[in-house]
Structure formats: C-alpha cells, structure tokens
C-alpha cells in the first residue's frame, strides 16, 4: 500500500510505476514482484483525488477523483502504463491485493481501495473500475487494507468491504481523530484478526494510516509465524517538499523514512498537519 498526501498537485507514475520506466525502486508495481510474500497477483486499484482553491476556512474542497481498479495482476494489465501516465492529484491511495482464502471473488469490485456504498448509490454504477469525475465528486470514504478479519465478510464481500461499512455507519454524520481512535480500539478488542493496517480517506479529504497486527491466526502459536514484518508501515514526512508518504514499506532510500509502531495512529490533513497517538 501506499498513500501520498501533497499540497501542491505531483504526478504519480514515479510512485507506482516500476523502475525500467523511471519509478521508485519500491514503487507500487514493485511491490506486486517484490514485497514481502510476492507476488501480489490479485489485483491493483489507485484512487487519486485534486483539491482546489482554499474556501472560507482555509480548507480546500475536492475538484476532481479518479479510480482505478482492477481484479488482474498489475504485470497482466496492458493498458497500466497508459493509463497512470496522466494521474496527478494531493491526494492517492493506492493498493496491490494479496486475497484472503473464502472471503470475496478476485475481481474488478473487489479489488483495493474500497469505496463507501454511497459512492456507488450517487454514481449509479454496478462497476468502479476506471471512474473519473471532474465536475461533482464524490468525496466519500476509501479504504485499502491489509490483514484478514475473521469474523466480518463472507464469500461475497470480503473482510475489508465490512470493515468500511462499519466506519461509515460509525461515521456518517462525522470523524475525528479521537472518535477514530476509540473506534478502532473497541473494534480491536471484540474481534479476531491478523491485522488492520489501513489507509483510509475521510469525506473532508484527510488520510488516516493505521498499524495495528496481531500477525498470527485465530488459535496460532504467535511464535510458529511472526508476521509483524509482513504488516509492516512507514512513513516519510517530507515538509520541505511539501508531501506527505505512508507505505506499507519504503519506496526509496530517502534516509527520512520512519517506521510505524504497531498500534498506532496517524493523520495527516490538507495542510500536513500531523497527529500521531498509540491505539490502547
């Protein structure tokens, strides 16, 4: 996973395009051939949001979203490079899939990130594989995920999809780094689960990052599969650059790079404003 926030609009394609076209040594294509227990052949998906001119507040509204997603490995897609050449945004969150065993089909739909139900109820669409809107965004909830959560989801939709509706249910009517982090402490504490790593966007635009591993299964000798390094996340707080980047590992050598804590917090506004807190 990686997930980018910038003040000023960057392209993306340095990011998540491999290194034979001039990426990051680490970058998203990367990480599908790459990271740990590659391959990641189980589909890719990249949400990009721009954001506008300042409003009264100082806050910036979202202008223009695109997603892109598909259920066939990034490697397979012919029409990748194509198709990421024009991304440019603030904001990205975007996500190679590794599925979980039973839970959702490895499709278009399933594939990472993850949008809220309402997304699909105001765009009228069955299927959000390449959607962009330019004029009226949405600007809902996204969510990539990595870990499994045994008790939510089905063979229909998978752990990650009922974790975020659960969020927006929580969240509807508004979030705060506070109530977040109470949420996902209750949630921890009630239910069985490798791990909760996230990413996700909140409909004003900000992005929470997430790491939180249990890194075992239900009823596992933790000591038989030590999996924090799989569930691993870092972030790089480039101020001076004016962006923002949390990854599930380091896209580059910038010796910046810091490691995320396993249960721990972080968010990060339009303005790089960054809160960080321990998950109790």
Same mark, same amino acid.
């Given at each position: 996973?990686? !997930?980018? &926030?910038?003040?000023?609009?960057?392209?993306?394609?340095?990011?998540?395009?491999?290194?034979?076209?001039?990426?990051?040594?680490?970058?998203?294509?990367?990480?599908?051939?790459?990271?740990?227990?590659?391959?990641?052949?189980?589909?890719?998906?990249?949400?990009?949001?721009?954001?506008?001119?300042?409003?009264?507040?100082?806050?910036?509204?979202?202008?223009?979203?695109?997603?892109?997603?598909?259920?066939?490995?990034?490697?397979?897609?012919?029409?990748?490079?194509?198709?990421?050449?024009?991304?440019?945004?603030?904001?990205?969150?975007?996500?190679?899939?590794?599925?979980?065993?039973?839970?959702?089909?490895?499709?278009?739909?399933?594939?990472?990130?993850?949008?809220?139900?309402?997304?699909?109820?105001?765009?009228?669409?069955?299927?959000?594989?390449?959607?962009?809107?330019?004029?009226?965004?949405?600007?809902?909830?996204?969510l990539a995920h990595n870990g499994t959560v045994y008790d939510i989801g089905d063979?229909? &939709?998978?752990?990650?999809?009922?974790?975020?509706?659960?969020?927006? *249910?929580?969240?509807?009517?508004? &979030?705060?780094?506070?109530?977040?982090?109470?949420?996902?402490?209750?949630?921890? !504490?009630?239910?069985?689960?490798?791990?909760?790593? &996230? /990413? /996700?966007?909140?409909?004003?635009?900000? /992005?929470?990052?997430?790491?939180? !591993?249990? !890194?075992?299964?239900?009823?596992?000798?933790?000591?038989?599969?030590?999996?924090?390094?799989?569930?691993?996340?870092?972030?790089?707080?480039?101020?001076?650059?004016?962006?923002?980047?949390?990854?599930?590992?380091?896209?580059?050598?910038?010796?910046?790079?810091?490691?995320?804590?396993?249960?721990? /917090?972080?968010?990060? *506004?339009?303005?790089?404003?960054?809160?960080?807190?321990?998950?109790?």
């Amino acid at each position: 996973m990686i !997930a980018v &926030m910038s003040r000023n609009k960057i392209d993306y394609k340095y990011i998540i395009e491999d290194r034979g076209n001039g990426g990051a040594f680490h970058s998203l294509r990367e990480q599908s051939k790459k990271a740990y227990d590659a391959p990641h052949k189980d589909g890719f998906g990249i949400y990009a949001a721009s954001f506008g001119s300042p409003v009264p507040g100082g806050l910036k509204k979202i202008e223009s979203e695109l997603l892109y997603k598909k259920g066939t490995p990034v490697n397979e897609t012919q029409e990748f490079s194509k198709r990421i050449s024009g991304i440019k945004g603030n904001l990205l969150i975007s996500h190679i899939r590794l599925a979980s065993t039973g839970k959702g089909e490895i499709d278009n739909i399933h594939a990472h990130p993850y949008v809220d139900g309402e997304f699909i109820k105001t765009k009228g669409i069955k299927d959000v594989t390449d959607w962009k809107n330019g004029a009226a965004p949405f600007s809902g909830f996204v969510l990539a995920h990595n870990g499994t959560v045994y008790d939510i989801g089905d063979e229909t &939709m998978t752990d990650s999809q009922a974790l975020l509706n659960l969020i927006t *249910d929580e969240f509807k009517n508004g &979030m705060d780094f506070d109530g977040f982090r109470g949420f996902i402490s209750d949630f921890a !504490a009630s239910r069985s689960f490798t791990a909760i790593n &996230m /990413l /996700l966007k909140d409909p004003e635009g900000d /992005l929470y990052v997430l790491r939180l !591993a249990k !890194a075992k299964k239900p009823g596992e000798d933790p000591e038989r599969q030590p999996r924090l390094a799989y569930y691993s996340m870092y972030y790089l707080n480039d101020a001076p650059g004016g962006k923002f980047i949390a990854a599930s590992e380091p896209i580059d050598s910038d010796g910046r790079w810091k490691c995320v804590d396993n249960y721990t /917090l972080l968010k990060i *506004d339009r303005n790089l404003n960054i809160k960080i807190a321990e998950i109790p």
